[in-house]
T-cell receptor, first 109, second 117 residues
Framework: QQQVKQSPQSLIVQKGGISIINCAYE??????FPWYQQFPGKGPALLIA?????SEKKEGRFTISFNKSAKQFSLHIMDSQPGDSATYFC????????FGPGTRLSVLP | GAVVSQHPSRVICKSGTSVKIECRSL??????MFWYRQFPKQSLMLMAT?????????EQGVEKDKFLINHASLTLSTLTVTSAHPEDSSFYIC?????????????FGPGTRLLVL
């Protein structure tokens, strides 16, 4: 119930390509879905977040798509750059906060 | 965005000693702070939630007598790892939130790497 599933575990994308990371949750009480970006040896940084009352949110090259009925949400990184290479965590919040296991993204130059 | 600092950034200690890690919100008052633990190449594991002026709420499986949390003010929370052992070696990260529930205002510190010899 409290678990957040995330896929793929790792992702390799060419520069300029689209990176897509998917997450799924079970608990319908979750009402806040952020994505975090973490570089090695650093703390996670909030990237973008969405609430279940909207289906999509875009900030620059980053877009969250949210499917409430399927209990799924995804992060799309357009025009992926080598500097985007990092680990990305989705999360779900409500009464408590649960992180997905993470996706290691490598963008090749 | 808001800034959260942690000190020290890394610490090496001998087995059996205690280590204190500080988490500060530099430009905002955080009603709630969170402590996470992260093993290499793994996700963040929430250890406890700390509210200013009250006892921390620990997640299942986290020993509250081993991981002492004090939230003395709206800008400072401390995590003390008591009688540290090699298995406590990990990356400890705090985060701070302005509101009582999780919102866009949860900001993470840079983390503290603890190595217990």
């Amino acid at each position: 119930q409290q678990q957040v599933k995330q896929s793929p575990q790792s992702l390799i994308v060419q520069k300029g390509g689209i990176s897509i990371i998917n997450c799924a949750y079970e608990n319908t009480a979750f009402d806040y879905f952020p994505w975090y970006q973490q570089f090695p040896g650093k703390g996670p940084a909030l990237l973008i977040a969405i609430r279940p009352d909207v289906s999509e949110k875009k900030e620059g090259r980053f877009t969250i798509s949210f499917n409430k009925s399927a209990k799924q949400f995804s992060l799309h990184i357009m025009d992926s750059q080598p500097g985007d290479s990092a680990t990305y965590f989705c999360a779900a919040g409500g009464q408590n906060f649960v992180f997905g296991p993470g996706t290691r993204l490598s963008v090749l130059p | 965005g808001a800034v959260v600092s942690q000190h020290p950034s890394r610490v090496i200690c001998k087995s059996g000693t205690s280590v204190k890690i500080e988490c500060r919100s530099l430009d905002f008052q955080a009603t709630t702070m969170f402590w996470y633990r992260q093993f290499p190449k793994q996700s963040l594991m929430l250890m406890a939630t700390s509210n200013e002026g009250s006892k921390a709420t620990y997640e299942q499986g986290v020993e509250k007598d081993k991981f002492l949390i004090n939230h003395a003010s709206l800008t400072l929370s401390t995590l003390t790892v008591t009688s540290a052992h090699p298995e406590d070696s990990s990356f400890y990260i705090c985060s701070a939130s302005i509101l009582a529930r999780f919102r866009e205002t949860q900001y993470f510190g840079p983390g503290t790497r603890l190595l217990v010899l």
